[in-house]
C-alpha cells in the first residue's frame, strides 16, 4: 500500500517512484509554516503479481469502461473518466502511520502506473477518453530456442505483417482476418495481432457475438480454443510446432477501442489554510498555474459568446428562408392571378362584342351603327369598368403583401434552384405548366431547408447550453479553492498513465520515454523557477506532444538529448505550438502567447526544412 500525508521536517524532501507500491496523500500547515514536506506512506506488497503478469487470458488489459462517463456537450465517441480526491488516501496531515510502513518524503510525484493508474484515480485525475469501433489484441509468446535453425538468423527476424505480405496472405486464407500484426524476436518470440472479432467467432474462441464490456469475458472465451488459434497463428508466422509457449502471457485478448488522455498534465495538491476547511486537501489541475487559469476561464467565456453568436445565425438563416417561401407563394399567387385577370379580361372583351345573330341583323338593317340602341346587344354588362377595376385593386393588394427582400445566401440558393430547373428544360420556353412545377419544386426545396435549419438550431442552441455548463463547472472549481491554498506538491503522470497509445501505432515506448523526461525537467524548473513555472512548462510540451503527429521529424537526433525537452523536440514542433497558442483558428489550444515558456520565447528558433522544402510544422 502507500499513501501520502504531509507533515514538518527538518529533511529535504525527494522525488520518489516505487512500483510495487500504490499510493495516496494528505498535507497540513506547520505551525511556523516552515519545514512543510509531503511523505508517501509504502508498504512493500504481499505479491508482485500484476494483471499483466496474471495468467488468466482477459487480464492483459482490464476493461475500464465503468469508470467512463458522458459529459455535458459529449457524444458516443468521447467520454469522460473523472474521480474526486480519495479521503482515506489524500490524508490530513495528523494522521497517525500504521506500524510496517515506510515514509518516504517528496516535493514532486511522478506517476508511471501505465493506464491502469490506481492512484491518479484516487487522486481525482481527470481523463478524456476516446472511443473506436471494436478493436481486439492477441498477445502470444513463445519460447525461443537459440538451438533452433529455423528461427535463427538470418532464417527469422522481427518483421511486421500487413494482410497484404506473404504471412499475412496466409493468415487470411486460414480464416484468421486481422488488420495488423507484428513478429518481435528478443528473449521470446513475441506475435501480436489486431485480430478481427469474426476469426475469434468463427475459429470458437468466443463463444458469442456479445455487444460491449460482455464480449471479452471469462464466461464468453475458450480458452483451449484460444490456444489452439495461438499455435496455428505461430506456425504460419515460421516458428516451429514444437515452440512451446512461455508461461506468462502464453495467448491473451485485450480490448483497446478506447484511448485516455489527462485534461491536464498534472494534478496539484494543496492544503485549504484557515476557514470551516481549514487541513483539507483538494485538487486542482490548470487552475493551479496563474496564466492557464486566466486563459481557460476566458476560454470558456468566449465559447459561449462563438457559441450564441452561431445561434443569432441560425435564426437570420431561418427568417431568410421563411422571406423566401413567402416570396415563392407569392409569386405563385401572382401568377394565379394573372392568369384569372387575362381570363376575366378576354371575358369583357367577348361580351362587348355583339352575338353573331345579332351583327347579321344590323349589317343588312340599313341602319347605321351609332343608331342603333346598345340595349339590344347580348345580356352580357354593357360596361366592364367596373370589372377592370377590380381585377386591378386584387392585383394592387396582392402587390402590397409582397414579402421583402431575401438575404444573398438565400437568395443565391433560389437562382441555383430556378438555374438547374430551366438547363434541365433547355433553352425553349417554358409553358405555364412548367413554371408552376418549377415554383412548386422550388418552394417544397426551401420548405425541406427549413425543417433542416431547424434542427441544426436545436443542435446548435443544445451547444450553448453545454458551454454554460462547462463555464459553470469551471467556475465552481475555482471557488472550491478560493482563499488560501498552501503546502502545494505537484503530481506528474508520465507514459500511458498521461497518454495512452492507440495499441496498433507503436507510441506507447516513444511516449513514453519523452514524458517521463518531460516530467523530470519540470521538477528541475520547479527546483530553479518554482512550481508556476514548472507547471507552465510540462503543459507547454504536453501539448506539443498531443499535437503529433509522431513522424521522425518532430525530434532532434538522439546524440544530443538531454532531459530539457528544447534538446528532443524539433525546432519546427516548438513553432508550431508557439503558433497555436496565438491563433484563433486553433480553438482550444488558444491560450495567447504567455502560455509559452519565457525562455523559449527568448529563444531565436528556426522550423526545419523537411522534404520538398516544406516548413516540418506546417
Not at 120 to 139: E, P, Y
Not at 297 to 322: N, P, Y
Request: hydrophobic share 40%; with cysteine; proline share 5%.
Amino acid at each position: 500500500m502507500r499513501m501520502l500525508t504531509r507533515e514538518k521536517t527538518s529533511r529535504f524532501s525527494r522525488t520518489c517512484t516505487r512500483a510495487p507500491l500504490s499510493a495516496a496523500s494528505t498535507a497540513a500547515r506547520s505551525p511556523t509554516g516552515d519545514g512543510v514536506v509531503w511523505r508517501a506512506w509504502a508498504r512493500t506488497a504481499a505479491s508482485t503479481e500484476t494483471h499483466q503478469t496474471s495468467g488468466g487470458a482477459l487480464d492483459f488489459k482490464p476493461n475500464k469502461t465503468a469508470d467512463y462517463s458522458s459529459g455535458v456537450g459529449q457524444g458516443k465517441c468521447n467520454q469522460l473518466q473523472q474521480s474526486e480526491i480519495d479521503a482515506n488516501f489524500a490524508l490530513r496531515a495528523e494522521e497517525t502511520p500504521p506500524e510496517g510502513v515506510e515514509r518516504l518524503p517528496f516535493e514532486a510525484l511522478i506517476l508511471a502506473e501505465g493506464e491502469w493508474s490506481d492512484t491518479c484515480k484516487r487522486l481525482g485525475v481527470s481523463k478524456s477518453v476516446d472511443r473506436f469501433a471494436t478493436a481486439i489484441g492477441l498477445v502470444i509468446n513463445m519460447l525461443l530456442d537459440p538451438k533452433e535453425p529455423k528461427t535463427k538468423d538470418p532464417n527469422m527476424r522481427s518483421t511486421t505483417i500487413t494482410p497484404f505480405s506473404d504471412t499475412g496472405k496466409q493468415l487470411i486464407a486460414a480464416g484468421i482476418a486481422f488488420e495488423f500484426g507484428e513478429y518481435l524476436k528478443g528473449e521470446t518470440h513475441y506475435i501480436v495481432l489486431t485480430i478481427k472479432k469474426a476469426a475469434l467467432l468463427s475459429h470458437g474462441v468466443l463463444r458469442e457475438d456479445r455487444a460491449g464490456a460482455e464480449l471479452l469475458t471469462k464466461t464468453n472465451l475458450d480458452e483451449p480454443k484460444l490456444l489452439e488459434l495461438s499455435r496455428a497463428v505461430a506456425t504460419i508466422v515460421g516458428l516451429p510446432e514444437t515452440t512451446e509457449f512461455t508461461s506468462f502471457h502464453p495467448a491473451k485478448l485485450f480490448d483497446f477501442s478506447t484511448r485516455a488522455r489527462c485534461l491536464a498534465p498534472f494534478r496539484v495538491l494543496g492544503v485549504i489554510s484557515g476557514g470551516a476547511r481549514e487541513g483539507e486537501v483538494v485538487g486542482m489541475d490548470l487552475e493551479a498555474q496563474g496564466f492557464l487559469k486566466e486563459s481557460e476561464t476566458k476560454f470558456f467565456a468566449r465559447s459561449i459568446a462563438e457559441a450564441e453568436a452561431e445561434v443569432v445565425k441560425r435564426h437570420t438563416e431561418k427568417e431568410e428562408l421563411e422571406n423566401a417561401v413567402a416570396s415563392v407563394q407569392y409569386e405563385m399567387e401572382q401568377a394565379s392571378l394573372d392568369k384569372a385577370a387575362d381570363d376575366m379580361i378576354g371575358k369583357a372583351a367577348a361580351l362587348r362584342r355583339p352575338s353573331d345573330g345579332m351583327a347579321g341583323r344590323r349589317s343588312s338593317s340599313g341602319v347605321a351603327d351609332e343608331e342603333w340602341d346598345d340595349d339590344e346587344w347580348d345580356d352580357g354588362p354593357k360596361d366592364t369598368a367596373a370589372l377592370q377595376a377590380a381585377i386591378e385593386a386584387t392585383q394592387a393588394a396582392n402587390e402590397a403583401l409582397k414579402p421583402p427582400l431575401v438575404g444573398q445566401t438565400t437568395q443565391k440558393r433560389i437562382d441555383m434552384q430556378a438555374a438547374a430547373q430551366r438547363e434541365a428544360a433547355g433553352a425553349r420556353e417554358l409553358s405555364e405548366e412548367e413554371e408552376k412545377q418549377m415554383r412548386e419544386a422550388r418552394l417544397e426545396g426551401l420548405r425541406r431547408a427549413l425543417e433542416e435549419l431547424a434542427q441544426k438550431t436545436r443542435v446548435q442552441e443544445a451547444h450553448v447550453e453545454a458551454c454554460k455548463e462547462k463555464q459553470r463547472d469551471w467556475l465552481a472549481k475555482l471557488a472550491d479553492i478560493e482563499g488560501s491554498v498552501d503546502c502545494t506538491v505537484p503530481i506528474f503522470p508520465v507514459g500511458d498513465s498521461v497518454l495512452e497509445p492507440f495499441w496498433p501505432q507503436g507510441l506507447g515506448s516513444n511516449r513514453g520515454f519523452h514524458s517521463a523526461l518531460d516530467a523530470v525537467w519540470a521538477v528541475q524548473v520547479m527546483r530553479e523557477r518554482g512550481l508556476d513555472a514548472a507547471l507552465l512548462e510540462r503543459n507547454f510540451w504536453y501539448d506539443l506532444m498531443l499535437q503529433g503527429p509522431w513522424v521522425p521529424a518532430l525530434l532532434k537526433p538522439s546524440k544530443a538529448w538531454c532531459g530539457d525537452p528544447v534538446s528532443r523536440y524539433s525546432d519546427g514542433a516548438i513553432l508550431r505550438t508557439k503558433s497555436n497558442y496565438t491563433s484563433l483558428q486553433s480553438k482550444r489550444l488558444f491560450r495567447g502567447g504567455g502560455a509559452t515558456p519565457p525562455r523559449i520565447e527568448a529563444m531565436e528558433l528556426k522550423a526545419e526544412r523537411g522534404a520538398g522544402g516544406v516548413s516540418v510544422w506546417n
